[in-house]
Nanobody, 123 residues
């Protein structure tokens, strides 16, 4: 099972990026998909999660990031607006077969991870 994360890059503070998480190995409608990030020297942290029409966001991105799903393309997107330097990290998408929604930020509930895409926010 593979997930392909893409869309990272260098952007100035206040700018926007859209990350994509695509797969051809399973139907994204049958699973929860989460976005995590990991900055140098820091632990991996949950950013956002989507499943069965429900969406969740961490407090540090709420109001700036938006998660969505395109079933026809079998792809999950993370639209990131008003980016800040502290958003700099490698962003990963991952698949969750099942989890209690309150625990969507716990990495151990995810069974497959994408390779990560680097987001750098800097002037």
């Amino acid at each position: 099972v593979q997930l392909q994360a893409s869309g990272g890059g260098l952007v100035q503070p206040g700018g926007s990026l859209r990350l994509s998480c695509a797969t051809t190995d399973f139907d994204i409608d049958d699973y929860g998909i989460g976005w995590f990030r990991q900055a140098p020297g820091k632990e991996r942290e949950g950013v956002s999660f989507i499943n069965v029409g429900r969406k969740f966001y961490s407090t540090f991105v709420k109001g700036r990031f938006s998660i969505s799903r395109d079933s026809a393309k079998n792809t999950v997107y993370l639209q990131m607006n008003s980016l800040k330097p502290e958003d700099t990290a490698v962003y990963y998408c991952a698949r969750a077969p099942r989890l209690p929604f309150s625990l969507w930020q716990v990495p151990s509930y995810y069974d497959h991870w994408g390779q990560g895409t680097l987001v750098t926010v800097s002037s």
